[in-house]
């Protein structure tokens, strides 16, 4: 389907005939994480296999992309979710396949990832920061509802902890918060 910074999507036929993408992390991601990844707090390396299983372990929502599962071994790390059809929001935005995105359909998409992230924000306990925003993170199911994807630099904030600032840069160069 596709790659990232954490490792390359594919889409997996099972035998019962569901279809499911799994994340392939890059085998240097599984063990420690690169520079940009660094959790200021402990000043240890993240790993985002931790980080997703961790994170999106517990979390249901309907614009958050619906884990499946993980399996790993020394060299391989693998992470199931949902498969979205529709791609991600970067795709159907940036790719030229004569697709036009129409105000309606946008607006539904931003709402319902706005829904996202105000629940991994002010419902889930502890709450979530997902620092990676970004069009290609927003993935677009069958029916066009946005699910938010890819959590590898997720934190889960400490109680009292939202408030205060952070000295750890995380996400996509062009996307980070300023």
């Known amino acids: 389907i596709g790659k990232g910074g954490a490792g390359i999507v594919y889409r997996v ?15 240097s991601t599984g063990a420690v994480a690169p520079a940009s990844k660094v959790d200021g707090n402990s000043n240890r390396f993240r790993d985002s296999f931790s980080a997703e299983v961790q994170t ?9 992309v619906r ?10 790390r693998l992470l199931m979710y949902d498969y979205m059809a529709n791609g991600s929001l970067g ?22 990832a706005a829904q996202g992230l105000a629940y991994l924000h002010h ?7 997902h620092r990676d925003i970004k069009a290609n993170n927003i993935l677009i199911g069958l029916d066009f509802d946005p699910y938010i994807a890819d959590f590898g630099l997720a934190k889960l904030v400490e109680d009292g902890d939202f408030g205060r600032s952070s ?4 996400g996509s160069y062009g996307y980070i918060a300023p």
């Open 56 to 64: 999106l372990g517990s979390v249901r929502h309907k614009n958050i």
């Open 13 to 27: 036929s099972m035998d019962n005939g569901d279809v499911i993408a799994v994340k392939k992390l890059w085998p």
């Open 123 to 129: 419902d889930c306990v502890p709450p979530i920061v």
């Open 67 to 76: 884990f499946l599962g993980c399996c790993w071994n020394r060299s391989t």
């Open 167 to 170: 000295n750890t840069v995380a």
């Open 91 to 112: 795709g159907l935005l940036h790719e030229r396949n004569g697709f036009s995105l129409e105000w309606d359909l946008g607006y539904k998409i931003i709402l319902g």
